[in-house]
């Protein structure tokens, strides 16, 4: 079945750091990709997406490219600040019952400080 | 435009009552979405609803949960003789359509269910 692998957390980064969460997946036929970001007590949010193979997803200074190849989606970041701090889940977009259902990954914590 | 609207956010029950979720999809959205979240874990698909009409229910437990979408009002997830387990975050997800290109998700703030 479908499925979503992150690297475990927590990250740890000192501002201004550079921030790579890995994602691997495992899906038939080719499904959109996302980020999700959730801070404390709070829902998630989209942060980017992709929906074909070689798309580049990006949004507050946040970046991912779909790489088909090696069934990838690594979320990237050149200077992370502290209100970056929360929880990222990268997920996918299953269509195989004819509709479209987010499967999520186990969630990156990232904190980062001053 | 209002976002997906949840009620209530924090849920407490005892064991063996009944919790009940609602959502509020927003404005001209007619997918639902049900997720949970255990603690330090991802969001798991529960149920997926139309107006009227439960599409999917594969996540769903078999025994004492129950959702509906009615043409009118919110979504209900209910959860009926709660148990410890039952502990988690409830995520509804409303969409305009439940496939094609624009298949963009938007969730509400959740409910936290914590059962005693």
């Known amino acids: 079945g479908n499925s979503v692998t992150q690297m475990e957390g927590p990250v740890t980064l000192s501002e201004e750091a550079f921030l790579t969460i890995n994602c691997t997946y495992t899906?038939?036929?080719?499904?959109?990709l996302f980020w999700y970001v959730q801070y404390p007590g709070e829902g998630l949010q989209l942060l980017l997406k992709?929906?074909?193979?070689?798309d580049k997803g990006s949004n507050k200074g946040f970046e991912a490219t779909y790489r088909k190849e090696t069934t990838s989606f690594h979320l990237e970041k050149g200077s992370v600040q502290v209100s970056d701090s929360a929880v990222y889940f990268c997920?996918?977009?299953?269509?195989?019952?004819?509709?479209?259902?987010?499967?999520f990954g186990a969630g990156t914590r990232l904190a980062v400080h001053p | 435009n209002a976002g997906v609207m949840q009620n209530p956010r924090h849920l407490v029950r005892r064991r063996g009552q009944e919790a009940r979720l609602r959502c509020s999809p927003m404005?001209?959205?007619?997918?639902v979405y049900w997720y949970r979240q255990l603690p330090e874990e991802g969001l798991k698909f529960m149920v997926y609803?139309?107006?009227?009409?439960?599409?999917?229910e594969s996540g769903m437990p078999k025994e004492r949960f129950s959702a509906e979408f009615p043409k009118e009002g919110p979504s209900i997830l209910r959860i009926q003789q709660v148990v410890r387990g039952d502990s988690a975050a409830y995520f509804c997800?409303?969409?305009?359509?439940?496939?094609?290109?624009?298949?963009?998700?938007?969730f509400g703030p959740g409910t936290r269910l914590t059962v005693l």
């Open positions: 997800a409303s969409s305009p359509r439940g496939s094609g290109s624009y298949n963009e998700q938007f």
């Open positions: 899906a038939t036929g080719y499904p959109s």
């Open positions: 992709a929906t074909k193979a070689d």
């Open positions: 997920a996918l977009s299953d269509t195989s019952g004819g509709y479209n259902k987010l499967i």
């Open positions: 404005k001209g959205h007619s997918h």
């Open positions: 609803l139309q107006k009227e009409n439960i599409i999917d």
